[in-house]
């Protein structure tokens, strides 16, 4: 029971700290409209936070697997609370800047530290637990649209800062109180840092598989609404778009990490990755936006199920004592490629067009799965394993 508890508790503080990243995006316009801060600058608000997560899981997570889980828990944890009371009390560029680099380092100290936790609590569960984590984080962004139309309009922009810094601080609270699992110091890595993790070439086909994911979910939820107008698609097509996409997600996540680790992250990742990749190429070639809307749905369960893939695989084949580095690794890197992918397709649709963005971004999908594939080797095939199950370098 502690167990389920302290688990818990992780899923509801990643539902959380998630949430806060809806909230800043549904509120760029009112930050324009209030401060006078330009698209621009508001646009590095946003991507200042991403990169210091970034540097955050890549340097400073891999910690916790020397015994300091606790550790950069509470202390991401406690910044990512700072950041949200300190973006309540923003006004200017420099202060939002600066409240966003605070929340972006303390959720990339802490993130991968709850996925090492999670992981190694049930490692039977792996793909379940991970599944779950993606539910949360999904549902959690989901739900800050729901947030700020609530409370911005009769409270102003600080309260659903306000409101999510205080959720935060009693699950915080919560999550400190209770026993969490260490590496033992014996089995402490002596790496300082996780990027010697991807001379294992099981891990580096897991990451792979992971940046296949994130530059499909950069580039569609750049161009969806975009690509929808553009096609004289009714409103709701266009509005509504990324919400359903990542709606399968928050429901099927569990059941599809389950299903992933059972047939093999590996291949299920593959597999759903190419169909993505395909779906992608449709997006360009079709005219028809509910033609469209087909593909997507299609599209929308193929990732509810796969999508878990490259966290599971990545899981199921680190050592125990790597778990937060190689977590860190993935989402870092994951995390970077969303951004990258992006801007990659805002400026090819701009120059090049709908087709051609969505061709190439299914070309580069499939391009990283063929690279998954070779580096996997062997272990490809490899299903219903836990983290227990050594690396081979």
């Known amino acids: 029971m502690p167990r389920k508890r302290l688990l818990i508790a992780l899923f509801v503080a990643i539902a959380v700290k998630s949430s806060a990243y809806g909230v800043m995006f549904t509120m760029l316009d009112d930050y324009r409209e209030q ?30 697997d020397r015994g300091r889980s606790r550790q950069l828990i509470f202390i991401g944890l406690t910044l990512a609370i700072i950041g949200n009371f300190a973006m309540a009390l923003s006004d200017s560029l420099p202060e939002l800047l600066g409240s966003r680099f605070i929340s972006g380092v303390g959720l990339g ?6 996925r090492r936790v999670i992981i190694v609590s049930e490692p039977e569960n ?22 700020s139309a ?54 580096a086909a897991g ?20 690509m929808m107008n553009d096609l004289d698609a009714p409103t709701w097509m266009a509005n509504t778009g990324v919400t359903l996409f990542v709606l399968p997600m928050v429901v099927m996540a569990p059941y599809g990490g389950r299903f992933v680790q059972r047939v093999g992250p590996f291949r299920a990742g593959g597999f759903g990755m190419l169909f993505g990749a395909a779906c992608m190429a449709l997006y360009g070639a079709i005219s028809m936006p509910w033609l469209l809307m087909v593909v997507f749905l299609v599209h929308t369960l193929n990732d509810g199920m796969t999508v878990t893939s490259a966290g599971v695989s990545v899981g199921m084949v680190a050592l125990p004592e790597r778990q ?11 995390t970077l490629t969303g951004g990258i992918a992006a801007s990659f397709a805002g400026v090819s649709y701009e120059y090049f067009g709908r087709t051609t963005t969505f061709a190439i971004a299914g070309l580069v999908m499939a391009a990283l799965i063929g690279m998954a594939r070779l580096l996997a080797g062997n272990r490809w095939n490899l299903r219903g394993g836990t983290p227990a199950v050594p690396a081979h370098v």
């Open 324 to 334: 937060a580095g190689a977590q860190g690794l993935l989402g870092g890197i994951q």
């Open 150 to 203: 609530f409370l911005v309009a009769p409270f102003g922009i600080p309260a659903p800062f306000v409101v999510i810094g205080i959720a935060l601080s009693i699950v915080t609270t919560t999550i400190f109180a209770m026993p969490i699992p260490e590496t033992a110091a014996e089995d402490h890595p002596t790496e300082r840092f996780a990027i010697d993790l991807l001379r294992d070439r099981s891990i």
């Open 109 to 114: 100290c802490a993130l991968p530290a709850m």
């Open 35 to 64: 401060f006078g801060i330009s698209e621009g600058s508001l646009g590095l608000v946003i991507a200042i936070g991403f990169f210091t997560s970034f540097f955050a899981q890549i340097t400073i997570a891999p910690l916790a």
């Open 207 to 226: 990451v792979l598989i992971g940046v296949a994911v994130f530059f499909m979910i950069g580039t569609f939820d750049s161009l969806w609404a975009l």
């Open 126 to 147: 792996l793909g379940r637990n991970l599944g779950r984590v993606l539910s949360c984080e999904v549902g959690g962004f989901a739900a800050g649209p729901v947030i």
